[in-house]
T-cell receptor, first 113, second 117 residues
């Protein structure tokens, strides 16, 4: 059982470049989300989805775009990377009746130069 | 908006001893969930323990237990018989209640736990 798979694990971008962080889950969870983790800041919610075709903004959505065309996949797009987006990104999925039991991917370390 | 505060950026404990990590939260809701997540050096986030606010009984998972004080809005994690593998960042988190609701979690800033041999 793969759980939540994130790719890539590491990425270096130049300011202004765009890229997509991939996230896939094989547990048929309806809920998926993206968090970023910065030193001393904990995890902060970027975007989330409660099902295919439904997305919404979290606490820090600016500069990021998401879509959810299937239950399994929830990619995060950086439209024009900025140094402030240097962070570790986590994708998570959950089954709402088990409120808050998030299954996390292994994270993506992103550096924007 | 709900907030979660972890006042101890770092803690240390001797192997086999007991340590308590503190967490307080602010909310006007009566129905919610609280969590402790562990992040070892591997970076993988792992759920340690979950507490439903309407349950007065404190949750336990093997060597991990919580002291949930709803009126005081306090949710501390006690680790008994600490092991080297317990060394990690620990995050306290909050989720609003309701099974049909969003799974948005609010995290504290974390406490780094060191276990000394």
């Amino acid at each position: 059982n793969a759980g939540v798979t994130q790719t890539p694990k590491f990425q270096v971008l130049k300011t202004g470049q765009s890229m997509t962080l991939q996230c896939a889950q094989d547990m048929n969870h309806e809920y998926m989300s993206w968090y970023r983790q910065d030193p001393g800041m904990g995890l902060r919610l970027i975007h989330y989805s409660v099902g295919a075709g439904i997305t919404d903004q979290g606490e820090v959505p600016n500069g990021y775009n998401v879509s959810r065309s299937t239950t399994e996949d929830f990619p995060l797009r950086l439209l024009s990377a900025a140094p402030s987006q240097t962070s570790v990104y986590f994708c998570a999925s959950s089954y709402s009746p088990e409120g808050g039991k998030l299954f996390f991917g292994s994270g993506t370390q992103l550096s924007v130069l | 908006a709900q907030t979660v505060t972890q006042s101890q950026p770092e803690m240390s404990v001797q192997e086999a001893e007991t340590v308590t990590l503190s967490c307080t939260y602010d909310t006007s809701e009566s129905d919610y969930y609280l969590f402790w997540y562990k992040q070892p050096p591997s970076r993988q986030m792992i759920l340690v323990i979950r507490q439903e606010a309407y349950k007065q009984q404190n949750a336990t998972e093997n060597r991990f237990s919580v002291n949930f004080q709803k009126a005081a809005k306090s949710f501390s994690l006690k680790i008994s018989d600490s092991q080297l593998g317990d060394a990690a960042m620990y995050f306290c988190a909050y989720r609003s209640g309701g099974q049909g609701g969003s799974e948005k979690l609010v995290f504290g800033k974390g406490t780094k736990l060191t276990v000394n041999p």
